[in-house]
């Protein structure tokens, strides 16, 4: 069963950084390229990032380039994001999920708030 | 910001059928395949149809999709109370090198 279980979420301040993990089971997980997509608080989804494979493409939203970074781990089965200079406007549900052209399998999410 | 326009709501009493529209542009719907995600309340979004009209296993066939130039469709057939939910549309933005989800539409069953 594949499953995906986010992690590191909680309260930070505005300027602040979070890291947040996806740890992967039930697939190969090096097979396939993996994203975050986030939810505002009863706002629609929005696409944060996308890895590659291999980690040799790798997109973000204008929302968060320059501020965040994704990352993987393989050999670990995980997927990582690195939160930096947190706003306001970056508190939402994170998700994690697994990709093939569409979005095949989501994790449950992780809440994020930014908030003085 | 979304790019992939849908209505904010629809509705239909049991048995009733629906149809959400997703309107985009050249750059996404118009050269890339289309993904329709359901949320019910309080969970994360599940994969409803994939490349514009196949459904995944285990999805009833009262859902499917359509796409025509550069906007898409899914139809709700024989409405069931457990179908309220958000659907979002999605698809590759090749302008945006990223993602585009639609701004959702809340089905509601009267």
């Known amino acids: 069963e594949v499953q995906l279980v986010e992690s590191g979420g909680g309260l930070v301040m505005p300027g602040g950084s979070l890291r947040l993990s996806c740890a992967a089971s039930?697939?190969?997980?090096?097979?396939?390229?993996m994203n975050w997509v986030r939810q505002a608080p009863g706002k629609g989804l929005e696409w944060v990032s996308l890895?590659?494979?291999?980690?040799?493409?790798?997109y973000y939203a204008d929302s968060v380039k320059g501020r965040f970074t994704i990352s993987r781990d393989n050999d670990k089965e995980s997927l990582y994001l690195q939160m930096d200079s947190l706003r306001a406007e970056d508190t939402a549900v994170y998700y994690c999920?697994?990709?093939?052209?569409?979005?095949?399998?989501w994790g449950q999410g992780v809440l994020v708030t930014v908030s003085s | 910001q979304s790019v992939l326009t849908q209505p904010p709501s629809a509705s239909g009493t049991p048995g009733q059928s629906v149809t959400i529209s997703c309107s985009g542009g050249?750059?996404?719907?118009?050269?890339?395949?289309v993904s329709w995600y359901q949320q019910l309340p309080g969970t994360a979004p599940k994969l409803l149809i994939f490349?514009?009209?196949q459904r995944p296993s285990g999805v009833p066939d009262r859902f499917s999709g359509s796409k025509s130039g550069t906007s898409a469709s899914l139809a709700i057939s024989g409405l069931q109370s457990d179908d309220e939910a958000d659907f979002y549309c999605?698809?590759?933005?090749?302008?945006?090198?990223?993602?585009?989800f639609g701004t959702g539409t809340k089905v509601t069953v009267l």
């Open positions: 999920a697994r990709q093939y052209k569409f979005f095949d399998y």
């Open positions: 039930g697939f190969s997980f090096s097979s396939y390229t």
């Open positions: 890895i590659s494979r291999g980690s040799d493409n790798i």
């Open positions: 050249s750059s996404n719907i118009g050269s890339n395949t």
């Open positions: 490349i514009n009209n």
């Open positions: 999605a698809a590759w933005d090749d302008s945006l090198n990223g993602y585009v």
